[in-house]
């Protein structure tokens, strides 16, 4: 399975940003799609996951301002980001899982920078 990630950019406080990840490769292996993020100088972190059945998951610091979504005719899954803040920067990345929570393949990230 490949990831590729895209969307990126510098946004200002409160402003929105989509990112975007393709997969290809063996997708009817996936079970969910997700999207971690680690800033500077911390561990990576979980950011949300949309399951095959469409059930979302989102970590709290997220929730109400981020939105999961996958378009499973293009093989794409998008991050809405929205209200974002300084502390949401960080390299996002876009994750695979063949099984339940097991996220084995990792696209190769994108930037996201939020100027306060």
């Known amino acids: 399975v490949q990831l590729q990630a895209s969307g990126g950019g510098l946004v200002q406080a409160g402003g929105s940003l989509r990112l975007s990840c393709a997969a290809s490769g063996s997708i009817a292996s996936i079970k969910d799609m997700g999207w971690y993020r680690q800033a500077p100088g911390k561990q990576r972190e979980f950011v949300a996951r949309?399951?095959?059945?469409?059930?979302?998951n989102y970590a709290d610091s997220v929730k109400g301002r981020f939105t999961i979504a996958g378009d499973n005719a293009k093989n794409v899954v998008y991050l809405q980001m929205n209200s974002v803040k300084p502390e949401d920067t960080a390299v996002y990345y876009c994750?695979?899982?063949?099984?339940?929570?097991?996220?084995?393949?990792w696209g190769q990230g994108t930037q996201v920078t939020v100027s306060s």
């Open positions: 949309i399951t095959g059945g469409g059930t979302t």
């Open positions: 994750a695979a899982a063949p099984a339940t929570w097991m996220f084995n393949y």
